[in-house]
């Protein structure tokens, strides 16, 4: 992996390279039914610029490395604006190069110049590769303990 990382919002031309990533993220954590044109359409909202959040592209030349889909939010604790980095991913060819980390590093200064107070995130607790770059990056590990109520 000698060519350099450009990380940048993904742009609508660039969407169609991004799908199918989302679904290989997607198979990643077990989802039953991947539905292309339903991940067309919401995650189109998240193309720069959005009041709802952002995609953002690492890129080797004109190969998707990965990305990452941030979610503008709050938190009534402090109260403040936040940024969720609902997900990130890297294409497994990639993976061990860095792409995380320059993901992760691309949307701490994201969330800072909008003035977010906080970076937040999750991942399986069985996804010890994703723990161990989030561990390195000082981010502190929370106690929380998540609820999904399917509707």
Do not use: K
């Not at 954590?29 to 592209?57: C, K, Q, T």
């Not at 890129?59 to 936040?82: K, N, Q, V």
């Not at 991942?123 to 010890?128: I, L």
């Amino acid at each position: 992996m000698t060519s350099e990382l450009r990380i940048e919002p993904i742009s609508e031309l660039q969407l169609e390279a991004l799908l199918p990533m989302i679904a290989a993220y997607q198979r990643f954590y077990e989802v039953e039914e991947i539905d292309e044109g339903r991940n067309r359409a919401f995650f189109s909202r998240f193309l720069a610029p959005s009041d709802d959040g952002m995609l953002i592209g690492a890129w080797r030349d004109e190969e998707l490395a990965g990305y990452a889909c941030l979610y503008w939010s709050f938190t009534s604790l402090i109260p403040a604006e936040t940024v969720l980095m609902n997900d990130l991913y890297v294409d497994e060819g990639s993976r061990g190069h860095g792409v995380g980390r320059a993901l992760t590093e691309a949307s701490v200064a994201i969330a800072r110049e909008r003035g977010a107070q906080r970076l937040e995130w999750a991942t399986a607790p069985s996804n010890a590769t994703a723990q161990r770059l989030y561990d390195s990056t000082g981010a502190e590990r929370r106690d929380w303990i998540e609820y999904e109520l399917r509707l």
